[in-house]
């Protein structure tokens, strides 16, 4: 097993990359997430609140969604390299 001396430097295309589509996703996941919970509440006849409550809901969900991609996008376009 060898082990590399040089130090890790931060490859800017990489993180360029992963960012911008964080961003793109990030703007269709919660503005989904919003509108569903504007349209859920008023399928099936929930009050302010409850809009509010679903919207929360439907926000998490898109924070857990985004949390997978932002780790699986560094697997497949490493932020950092060697030299």
């Given at each position: 097993?060898t ?8 490859y800017?295309?990489s993180?360029i ?7 793109l ?8 997430a ?9 399928l ?40």
């Amino acid at each position: 097993m060898t082990t590399s001396t040089a130090p890790r430097r931060i490859y800017w295309p990489s993180v360029i990359t992963v960012i911008s589509a964080a961003i793109l996703i990030g703007a269709e996941v919660f503005g989904a997430a919003f509108a569903g919970g504007w349209a859920l509440s008023i399928l099936f006849g929930l009050s302010t609140t409850g809009e509010h409550i679903l919207q929360v809901c439907l926000f998490l969900g898109g924070v857990a969604i985004m949390v997978a991609f932002l780790r699986t996008a560094q697997r497949v376009e490493p932020f950092t390299r060697r030299g």
